[in-house]
């Protein structure tokens, strides 16, 4: 997956960009500070926290990422849940533009030009609070077990989360500790998942990342900027959601080591995409359209019936779409190794839109054999903020 970009893989960087990722010092047309058509994506560069809708969900993925999920203290109620939104509103302005936060005891470990960004979310026992049960968004509860979920309580759930992103991961724990110890007083870490993401091909142009099956991931997805990325991803509900999005986090372990012995081509039918590009079965490049109906010379379907791809298609499922962006991990306990992929789904409504897909890929998804969810966690994601404002106050305000 090197050369240069796709025009569609340029579009939808840029589309990022223009979907909310302003970016600070100075008006730059493209959003992104230091890139330009001619300059590698790997240019440091910082990315606007302000926006419509919260800047990295659209953003290409970072690097480096830690998602922490916090439970709140007993007697938090809306009043104390918006002075945690007003502190972690100015720690964001603050981290993602290089400068420490305020009481920060490291301020040396605040960098510019890292491509820092933190999304924040609300998890459904929120909308339990008092004042705030109207306010739930449509869809937005725990996910119900699938068949092959073996779900660990350490990985599941959570009032609260942030997902903090950089080039750098030395500014990811940094920020995140920032984060966490200003939440002290209102809530504490129930989860810690870290990953990573290589979205650049080795000239330094954006490209499609892989998992560790060392597939191409995120082929299929609605690209930033377009009116289908637009539908998939925001929250058209009326009041305060308007703009906001919700996530689902699944912890997959994957299973490498029944995964190597299979044969390259078995291992292309279980998705119905090539290893080499992510080409569909059926075509020759990596955005080439599925052909869902092309049979080989022995009449057998090329996209085989129970093929991920095939499964988990818009045109298979009344057109429900969701945007899904990865992060890798490896969790080592000694000499063990556990490798995996944090699954990351963002959609308008997760009961409308990504728990039938859910449930159909439980049901008959070639992939199951190697896959085993071990965690699991929604999230409202609200809009974003402007300078005279801050996180969630349309809802906390
Ligand atoms: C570890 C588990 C998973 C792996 C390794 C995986 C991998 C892949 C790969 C390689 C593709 C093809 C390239 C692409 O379009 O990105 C794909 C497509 C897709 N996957 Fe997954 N996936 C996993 C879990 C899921 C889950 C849990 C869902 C949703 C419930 C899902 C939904 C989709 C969708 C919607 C597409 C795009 C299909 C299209 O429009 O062509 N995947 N996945």
Not at 111 to 118: C, E, I, K, R
Request: charged share 20%.
């Amino acid at each position: 997956m090197t050369g240069r970009p796709s025009r569609r893989q340029f579009f939808g960087y840029a589309g990022a960009a223009a979907a909310g990722a302003a970016v600070t010092g100075g008006a730059v047309a493209s959003g992104v500070v230091g890139l330009s058509q001619d300059t590698p994506s790997t240019a440091a560069r910082e990315i606007s926290p302000y926006g419509v809708h919260q800047p990295a969900v659209a953003a290409a993925s970072p690097k480096h990422a830690e998602l922490v999920a916090l439970n709140l203290l007993g007697g938090v109620d809306k009043a104390a849940l918006g002075r945690l939104m007003r502190l972690w509103t100015t720690d964001i302005v603050a981290l993602t533009s290089g400068r420490p936060a305020p009481g920060d005891t490291a301020p040396e470990l605040a960098l510019g030009n890292v491509s820092l960004t933190v999304t924040a979310g609300f998890g459904p026992r929120v909308f339990a609070l008092p004042r705030l049960t109207a306010k739930r968004p449509r869809g937005l509860d725990e996910l119900p077990v699938m068949s092959h979920d073996r779900l660990q309580t350490a990985w599941n759930g959570g009032d609260l989360m942030l997902l903090v992103g950089a080039d750098d991961p030395v500014s990811v724990v940094h920020a995140v500790r920032r984060l966490v110890a200003d939440a002290a007083p209102f809530a504490r870490p129930v989860w810690r998942q870290t990953g990573f993401w290589n979205g650049t091909g080795s000239d330094g142009t954006p490209v499609t990342g892989r998992n560790l099956f060392g597939q191409v991931d995120g082929s299929g997805n609605p690209a930033p900027g377009t009116p289908e990325f637009e539908q998939t991803v925001w929250s058209d509900e009326p009041g305060w959601f308007a703009g906001g999005t919700t996530l689902v986090v699944r912890r997959i372990k994957l299973n490498l080591d029944t995964w190597d012995e299979l044969t390259r081509s078995e291992q292309e039918r279980a998705v119905g995409r090539k290893l080499s590009t992510g080409a569909p079965l059926t075509g020759t490049a990596e955005h080439d359209e599925l052909d869902l109906e092309k049979r080989d010379a022995d009449g057998r379907l090329v996209i085989a019936e129970n093929a991920h791809a095939r499964l988990s298609h818009h045109s298979t499922n009344d057109g429900r779409r969701i945007f899904r962006k990865g992060l890798n991990y490896v969790h080592d306990t000694g000499a063990a190794r556990e490798s995996g992929l944090i699954f990351l789904s963002y959609q308008a409504d997760i009961a409308g839109q990504f728990l039938p897909l859910l449930a159909r890929l439980d049901a008959a998804d070639a992939l199951n054999e190697w896959t085993t969810t071990i965690g699991s966690a929604v999230f409202a994601i609200p809009p974003g903020f402007q300078p005279n404002s801050w996180l969630g106050q349309e809802l906390l305000g």
